[in-house]
């Protein structure tokens, strides 16, 4: 990802998320737990999970940069054994791409410890085998050989929004105020598919809040009332991967460690894991009413931490 992205501030951000809360996955308010427990960092709980799950951006990287403390916290539950998972909603870019930024920051990933949206853009879209032209919200360098059917870049041509029989939204990397209301008011002349491979409202880059491709899908719903269909956290397949790879693991010992509560936390609960929130460097860094969020969400996770590597900032430099 690079900067060339919309941005968002964070209360917009949250009221997105909450405005959309009935287009995610629904839960039993049962799986909610009640209280939260806070903790000084994830290696304070580690010892009841065999499975640990991350979330990429804002849990492990805030932007380009590794959070303080995330490398050495990661390489101590490496050297304890844990089971160690990447989930992201980065669907702009390989998995070998990611892997590389990862290790570039000190991570010591490797691919198949890697769940990434992106795979799973090409199964959605060949449900949909009468579809035969797509347009993409994704830059022309885009892989689009890797999807099913013809698919063009939309840019801002008209006449392209209106030839297409169905859209995919993958990476907002150059996407203007013109291309959305192109593709709303093509929507609104003709109801077609909005198919999304990054579900994310925004990701933390930093000092700011990129706007992802999944606002931009509601935001047409909301003009030609199409439901998006989505794939990503906090959607079942990521999370029905995590499982398939790791079948001798029961969901009591696996543990979903994100920033946001409507994609990490979310996703978690429903797949019947327990999950962490972190407060700094991602989505949630600075914010001041944890508790007011929760009663306004429905959501709070099992346990909270400042960082994952919280006190361990030292030693990532060592």
């Not at 931009?216 to 719903?221: D, Q």
């Not at 991602?282 to 994952?308: C, K, M, Q, V």
Request: glycine share 10%; proline share 6%; net charge negative.
């Amino acid at each position: 990802m690079s900067d060339n992205r919309p941005r968002l501030d964070r209360e917009q951000a949250i009221a997105a998320y909450l405005q959309y809360a009935t287009r995610l996955p629904q839960i039993d308010p049962s799986v909610v737990p009640t209280a939260t427990q806070h903790v000084s960092n994830l290696l304070a709980i580690a010892g009841q999970f065999d499975l640990i799950v991350f979330d990429a951006f804002g849990v492990l990287n805030s932007g380009k940069q590794a959070i303080p403390g995330a490398v050495t916290a990661v390489a101590t539950l490496k050297d304890q054994g844990k089971r160690l998972a990447v989930i992201t909603n980065d669907a702009s870019s390989s998995a070998d791409a990611i892997i590389a930024r990862h290790r570039g920051r000190g991570f010591d990933f490797d691919r198949e410890s890697l769940i990434s949206s992106q795979q799973f853009v090409a199964p959605l879209m060949a449900g949909y085998a009468e579809i035969g032209l797509w347009g993409a919200m994704a830059p022309s360098s885009w892989p689009f050989d890797i999807l099913p059917g013809q698919v063009h870049a939309l840019g801002d041509d008209p006449e392209l929004y209106d030839g297409v029989d169905g859209f995919v939204l993958i990476d907002s990397e150059g996407w203007t105020p013109n291309r959305q209301n192109l593709l709303e008011q093509s929507l609104m002349r003709r109801g077609r598919p909005i198919l999304v491979g990054n579900p994310d409202i925004c990701a933390p880059m930093g000092d700011f809040l990129s706007v992802e491709a999944g606002y931009f899908a509601h935001k047409a719903a909301d003009m030609c009332g199409v439901m998006p269909q989505c794939v990503g956290k906090p959607y079942v397949e990521v999370f029905e991967e995590v499982m398939r790879r790791n079948p001798d693991v029961a969901a009591d010992r696996i543990l979903m460690v994100g920033d946001t509560l409507h994609t990490d936390v979310l996703g978690g609960l429903a797949a019947g894991i327990k999950t962490l929130l972190v407060t700094h460097g991602g989505f949630l860094d600075g914010y001041g009413d944890l508790e007011g969020l929760y009663a306004r969400s429905g959501l709070r996770p099992h346990f909270l931490a400042r960082a994952i590597g919280n006190g361990l900032e030292q030693a990532d430099v060592a």
